[in-house]
């Protein structure tokens, strides 16, 4: 499609398809001061405990959901470290197989790999974009399991019924990867909760992560781990350095302040998007759940099979148009030899790529059918209906025209 004489130019800020909102630094003045007043950087200095103590506050209160447990909290220095400390802590001795979405970031399987165990990719379930209790219960038929690692996929929660009453059924642990679901993911009666503070994920300070747990000794060992495994300065377990400094928990603080707004903005931006693709009800729709969401990242789901069309033309008109967690990770070279588990628990161990998608029907769908979009909070009324209109008629052409489909975006 050549772009007309009468296109609008995009704005700057729709190029980039994601834009951190992030405190400004007369918010992080008061806080910074207290470190330059206390002078204490790190090792659980003052900052990181009243973060902590706020986070727990937080998530333990009524409309979260877990008020008759508490929530306990540490927090680590990535999402990343908090997902493998994860694992360590809580996987089964007796086995080592992990269960991974196929779609997801690749710190999943690398942080299974990392704590001594083997990550096994399972499908993704199509009308939720993720692995479900189901999926897995059919996997445990045939394989054992150390753990399993679901992911609340682009900030929609996780049911937290669900795996709650798959972990009491088989007894094996859950690892929640709920990296973009601050707050909207519940923590989990039994079992861990990973949130990334990544820079992009709706609650960011830079680099860090909350691990969220019931269980208040689970939480004090992932703590003691990310100092060396010292108590005092005593080795007293497995250990290594992945404490957040003070540094990182005063932008956390001050983003407590800020969240009510953030999540604000971020529910007007997804309300603006709502509206506008209203019209376009047949062609596009979003994620199952959506409004539990603090969307951090916005993914549409075409009716027809042409995402790679429509990512390749978007690019080529400069919008921010991507495919975040695409493609499957048994498609990248680093994982391609992971074993692949489809929907009813079949294990599979090799093949081509060709084999792969065959049995990974799930994960192939949405890899044709999703497209992301720009989204961030500054993002104004008339950016919203510049992309969408653009999205409308990219979707549209690519199907008129008969764009090859099917064919991947990225390069593998
Ligand atoms: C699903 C998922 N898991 C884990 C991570 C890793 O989080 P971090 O970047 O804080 O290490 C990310 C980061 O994007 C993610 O999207």
Redesign the pocket.
Same mark, same amino acid.
């Given at each position: 499609m050549e772009r007309r004489s009468t296109d609008l130019c995009l704005p700057p800020a729709l190029i980039r398809h994601v834009i951190p909102d992030l405190p400004s630094a007369a918010e992080l003045q008061p806080y910074l001061q207290r470190i330059d007043e206390a002078r204490w950087y790190s090792n659980f200095g003052p900052l990181v405990c009243e973060l902590e103590e706020k986070i727990s506050a937080l998530l333990a209160s009524p409309s979260a959901g877990r008020s008759e447990y508490g929530v306990h909290v540490t927090t680590l220095a *990535?999402?990343?470290h908090a997902?493998e400390i994860a694992l360590r802590l809580s996987a089964r001795r007796h086995a080592r197989r992990v269960l991974v979405p196929a779609v997801?970031?690749c /710190?999943?399987p690398l942080a299974v790999q990392h704590a001594g165990l083997e990550p096994v990719l399972a499908d993704v379930d199509p009308t939720t974009w993720m692995l479900t209790p189901e999926i897995a219960r059919a996997a445990l038929q045939r394989m054992e399991l150390a753990a399993v690692m679901p992911?609340a996929t682009y900030g929609v929660p996780q049911s937290c019924a669900g795996w709650d009453e798959f972990s009491k059924d088989t007894g094996v642990p859950v690892v929640l990867?709920a /990296? /973009?679901a601050f707050e909207s993911q519940r923590v989990l009666r039994k079992g861990l909760v990973a949130c *990334?503070l990544?820079a992009t994920k709706p609650f960011g300070v830079g680099?860090g /992560?909350v691990l969220l747990g019931t269980d208040s000794d689970q939480i004090a060992q992932a703590r003691r781990f990310s100092n060396f495994g010292m108590i005092g300065r005593v080795g007293h377990a497995d250990g290594a350095n992945t404490k957040m400094s003070e540094y990182h928990a005063a932008v956390g603080l001050a983003q407590l302040e800020r969240w009510t707004a953030v999540k604000a903005r971020r529910r007007a931006v997804l309300e603006l998007y709502r509206r506008r693709l209203g019209p376009l009800a047949g062609l596009v729709s979003m994620q199952p759940s959506i409004d539990h969401a603090v969307v951090s990242i916005l993914m549409l789901r075409l009716s027809e099979p042409i995402a790679a069309a429509v990512i390749d033309e978007g690019r080529r008109l400069g919008i921010g148009l991507h495919q975040t967690y695409f493609p499957p990770l048994y498609r990248h070279p680093n994982f391609a030899r992971i074993p692949l588990v489809d929907i009813e628990g079949k294990v599979h161990m090799d093949g081509d790529i060709g084999d792969k998608a065959a049995h990974m029907p799930g994960s192939e769908e949405l890899l044709k059918h999703l497209v992301g979009v720009p989204f961030h909070a500054f993002m104004r009324e008339e950016d919203v209906e510049f992309v969408v209109q653009h999205f409308a008629e990219l979707a549209e052409n690519s199907h008129r025209v008969g764009f090859p489909v099917g064919g991947i975006a990225h390069a593998v």
């Open positions: *990535s999402g990343y997902l997801t970031f /710190a999943c992911v990867d /990296a /973009a *990334s990544h680099e /992560a």
